[in-house]
C-alpha cells in the first residue's frame, strides 16, 4: 500500500496553496492584492489635483498635448524596439531557470497575500458574533415555528402515502431494464417533488390561516428556503435512492447510500438554512456583522465536519477506487482509479479549503462563481454518471431478442450483442468526454462551447456525428441482410433450402459482408476529413500489383465462380475431385472443403480442379452385377433379383428408390462367373446404401434358393508318374471317435432385421460419402 510520508504532506499543502492562489486568479470580480489596490486609490487624488491644475493653464495644457503628441509619434517605434530586442535575445537555461524562480516567489509572496487577507478578512466576519441579539432574533423566530411545524408534518405525513408507491415502483423496476428502471427512477422522484410542493403549500396556507393575511417575511424566507433544500434533496436521493435499492442506478451499496444521503442532506440543510432563512432574520434582528459572524461560524462547523467525513472513509473509498485492479484488471481506467484512489482525500480537502477560502475572500461574487461552478460540475457528473450507469448496464445485460424471433433467428441475438455494446462504450466515452468539456467550462479552464462555434469544432463534430450514423446504418444494414440469409438457411421455418439456394446464400452473405466493410470505411475516412481520393487510386494501384502476383488467387476466383455458375457442386453434395471423394463442407470463393470417409477433412483450390464429379446430381443409379456359378440357371438368377427387389423396397432404404428393377440380362462371362446385370435408379447420394441393403438380401436368398456364388478355387496337383498316374492321396482319419461337429442352424426368420439405411446419412442426417470399395463395387466404378 502507498504511503505518503511527512515530507509529501507538507509539499501537498505547499501545492495546495499555489493552487489556491491560481484558482482565485480564474474567478471574475475576485480582488487580488487588495492593500495595493487601496494604496493606488489614496494616492489618486493628488495626481488628480495635479492634473486639474495643468488642464486649466494654457500654457501647461499647450505643453502636455504636444509631449503626448510626441510620445504617441515615438511610442510604436520603441515598442517594435523592445519586442525586437525581446525576441531576438533568446534566454539561456540560466536566464530560464531565474525567470522560472522569479515567478515562482511572485506567486509565493501573492499567495501569502491572499492567505493574511484571508485570515484578516475572517476576523473581520467572526467580529460580528458578539451583536447578535438572541431575543429580538427568539422573537422573529417565534411565528415561523408554526408554520415550520405544519411543514414538516404534511412533509413527514406524505412520506407515509408514497411509501405504497415507492414500493410497488421498486418491485417492477426489480424486472425492469435500465431504461424502464430510468422511467420508473423519474416517476418517483416526480411523485418526491410533489410532496415537497404540498408541504410548502401546506405552509402557505397556515401561515394565510393563522396569522390573518399574507405570510410575513420572515415565513416566506422559511418557505422559500424549504422549497429550494428540499428540491435538491429531491435530486439528491434519485441519485443515491437509500431508501430503494431496486430503483438505483448509481454504483451505491445499500449502506453507502444511506451513509451517504445522510451527511450530505445534513449538510445541505445545515448550510441552506444558515444563509437562506437564520442569516438574514440575524441580519434584520441585529445587524450586517452579526449575519456574516453566524455563516463564518456556520460555514467553519460545515467545514470541519466535511474534512472529517472525507478523511474517515479516506480508505473506504481508497478500497472500492482500487477493486478492480486488485481483481486483475491492467486497464488504463483500473489504473486510473487506482491512483486516484490513494489522492482522492486530498484532491477533496483541497477542493473544500479552496472553495472556503474564496467564500472568506469575496462572500458575493467569489462565492457565486464557486457556487455555479460547483453545482454545474455536479450535475454534469451527476448526469454523466447516470447515463454511464445505464450503459453500463445495458452492456452488462446485453440486448435481449424475444423468444419468437430467436427461433427464427437464432444467431441474431449473439450477432447483435457483438454490436451494440462496443457501440455503447464508444458512447460512453463520448459522455465522459462532454462531462469533462462541461466541467472545464464551468470553471473558466477551456471554453468547450466556444470550441464547438468554431469552425474546426463544427467541423470535428460534424465529421464524428457522420461517421456515427454510416457506422450505425451500416451496421444495421449488416445485420438485416445476415439475418435474412440466415432466415432462409433456417429450414425450420419458410420452405426448405435447397442445396443451390444454401451455396448462393452463404456466398453472397460473404461477398456482401466485404463490400460492406470497404463501402462503410471509405465513407467513413470522408466524413473525419481524409480525402479518398488518393486511396483509391492507391488502391488501383496495389490491386493491379497484386493481380500481377498473385493470378494463383485470381485463378481461383475466376475458376470458383465458373464453377458456381455452372451450378457443378453445392454444400452438402458428395463429389470426387482431384482423386479425392467427400462431402462439400465449405464452399468459398475461391476454394472447396471436402470432408472424406475417414474424416480427413481436405481444402482444394478451384485453380487445380480440372473435373468435378458430383454423385448428387439429381438422381443416381445402383448397378447390381451378381456373379453366379456357370451351372446355375441364368432365369432362377434373374426371378432371385426380382424377389431381393421386392423385399428392398420393404426396408429403411425402400423410400430412397424412384424406380422399378431394370433388367438387363447377361453381362458377362467372365472367367469363374456369369455377371447378370440390372439397374435401379435412386435419389441422389443414396446409390451406396441402396446397394448394400440389396447385397445383404441376395446373399441370403442365394443361400435359401441353393444358388452358387463363385468364389475363387485353387487347385493341388500331387504330381504323375512316367505311366502319367497320379499318386494316391493319403487321408489320415481323425483319431478321435465319437466327436460330432455343431451344425449351424438357419434362422427362423426368413428377413433378419436390418440395420438403419445402411450408411446412407449420419446421426446429424448428412450424407456418408463412399468409400473407394463402395465406388468400384458397382460395376465400372461408379454405380
Known sequence: ????????????????????????????????????????????????????????????????????????????????AADAAAAGAPLTLPGEIALWTRSMAGGLLETWDQVSESVSSASQMLSGASRIDLPVLIEAILP?????????????????????????????????????????????SVVDALSVVVGWAAGYVAAVLFFGGKPGINQALFLNAFLLIEMVKVGLA?????????????????????????WISRLISILGYTFMFVAPIVQQSSSIAAAEAVRFIVVVLSLLLTIGLILKNRGVVRERLKRRKQAGNRSVGAWVYAFLGQIWWALAIGFVVSLFVVWVRSPVSGL????????????????????????????????????????????????????????????????????????????????????????????????????????????????GVSSWVEYRLNPNYGSVPTARERTLLSLFRNAFTITMIVLVAMLVLSQIGIDIAPLLAGAGVVGLAIGFGAQKFVQDIITGAFIQIQN???????????????????????????RTLEGTWYLIPFSSVDQVA??????????????????????????????????LKTTAVGENLLSELDMWGVNELADSAVVVR?????????????????????????DERGIEIPFPHMTLWFGEDRAGNAPPVRVRKDLEKGVE??????????????????????????PIPPGEGDIDSAGEGRG
Open 1 to 80: 500500500m502507498l504511503r505518503f510520508p511527512t515530507t509529501g504532506i507538507f509539499a501537498f499543502l505547499f501545492g495546495l496553496l499555489l493552487f489556491t492562489g491560481a484558482s482565485l486568479a480564474q474567478i471574475p470580480g475576485l480582488a487580488i492584492g487588495g492593500s495595493t489596490e487601496t494604496e493606488a486609490s489614496t494616492a489618486a487624488d493628488p495626481s488628480l489635483d495635479d492634473l486639474i491644475g495643468i488642464l486649466e493653464n494654457d500654457d501647461t495644457r499647450a505643453k502636455l498635448i504636444e509631449s503626448l503628441k510626441a510620445a504617441a509619434y515615438r511610442a510604436p517605434e520603441s515598442a517594435e
Open 144 to 188: 415561523v415555528a408554526l408554520v415550520a411545524l405544519v411543514v414538516f408534518g404534511v412533509l413527514f405525513a406524505s412520506r407515509l402515502i408514497k411509501y405504497p408507491i415507492f414500493r410497488r415502483l421498486a418491485d417492477t423496476a426489480e424486472r425492469s431494464g435500465p431504461i424502464n428502471k430510468l422511467l420508473l427512477l423519474i416517476v418517483s
Open 238 to 262: 434519485s441519485f443515491v435512492s437509500p431508501s430503494f435499492p431496486q430503483l438505483r442506478l448509481t454504483p451505491f451499496s445499500n449502506r453507502q447510500a444511506s451513509y451517504w444521503y445522510f
Open 368 to 479: 457565486a462563481f464557486m457556487t455555479e461552478a460547483t453545482l454545474k460540475s455536479i450535475a454534469a457528473m451527476a448526469v454523466g454518471g447516470l447515463i454511464v450507469s445505464v450503459l453500463s448496464r445495458m452492456i452488462a445485460r446485453g440486448i435481449p431478442i424475444p423468444q419468437n424471433i430467436n427461433d427464427r433467428l437464432p444467431l441474431l441475438e449473439r450477432r447483435v450483442n457483438s454490436f451494440i455494446p462496443n457501440a455503447l462504450t464508444v458512447l460512453r466515452g463520448i459522455v465522459i468526454v462532454v462531462v469533462l468539456g462541461v466541467i472545464l467550462e464551468a470553471w473558466n479552464i477551456l471554453s468547450f462551447s466556444d470550441w464547438l462555434a468554431s469552425p474546426l469544432g463544427q467541423r470535428f463534430a460534424g465529421g464524428l456525428l457522420g461517421a456515427g450514423i454510416i457506422l450505425a446504418v451500416g451496421v444495421s444494414i449488416y445485420i
Open 568 to 594: 457443378a457442386m453445392n454444400e452438402g453434395d458428395i463429389v470426387e475431385l482431384n482423386g479425392v471423394s467427400g462431402v462439400v463442407e465449405e464452399l468459398t470463393v475461391r476454394s472447396v472443403g471436402l
Open 614 to 647: 458430383n454423385f448428387s446430381k439429381d438422381f443416381a443409379y445402383y448397378l447390381a452385377d451378381i456373379g453366379v456359378a456357370y451351372r446355375e440357371n441364368v432365369d432362377d438368377v434373374k426371378q432371385m433379383m426380382f424377389d431381393a427387389f421386392d423385399e
Open 678 to 702: 440390372a439397374r435401379v435408379m435412386t435419389k441422389p447420394s443414396t446409390q451406396w446404401g441402396v446397394g448394400r441393403a440389396y447385397r445383404e438380401i441376395i446373399k441370403r436368398m442365394s
Open 741 to 766: 461337429r455343431p451344425e449351424i442352424e438357419a434362422s427362423a426368420s426368413p428377413s433378419p432385421p436390418h440395420a438403419g439405411d445402411y450408411g446412407t446419412r449420419d446421426s446429424d442426417h448428412k
